[in-house]
């Protein structure tokens, strides 16, 4: 199973935005869930953002209301919008589908 790949990451100061994007090679793309996880320094990987193949979401509390996931099912791919960034997110962020394949992670850095 190939890797999803993610693209996007970057430096952005308090209260930027980023578009992270994944593009996955998965077969059936539109019929599996996709997700986003990070882990942040000395912390265990935690979900962000999961989508299934009918386009609902599910958001943790700590990003509710910042970051909106989307699909777009003919080109195989995967965003996660992140909006009002805080020191707090600075973490890599990770791809996944429904597969259970993960892609290697971009990083993310949110600081002045």
């Known amino acids: 199973q190939v890797q999803p790949v993610e693209s996007g990451g970057g430096l952005v100061q308090p209260g930027g935005s980023l578009r992270l994007s994944c593009v996955d090679s998965?077969?059936?793309?539109?019929?599996?869930?996709m997700g986003w996880h990070r882990q942040r320094s000395g912390n265990k990987r935690e979900l962000v953002a999961t989508?299934?193949?009918?386009?609902?979401?599910f958001y943790p509390d700590s990003v509710k209301g910042r970051f909106t996931i989307s699909r777009d099912n003919a080109n195989n791919i995967v965003y996660l919008q992140m909006n009002s960034l805080k020191v707090e997110d600075t973490a890599v962020y990770y791809c996944?589908?429904?597969?259970?394949?993960w892609g290697q992670g971009t990083q993310v850095t949110v600081s002045t």
């Open positions: 989508i299934n193949r009918l386009g609902r979401t």
């Open positions: 998965g077969i059936g793309f539109a019929n599996y869930s």
């Open positions: 996944w589908n429904g597969l259970n394949v």
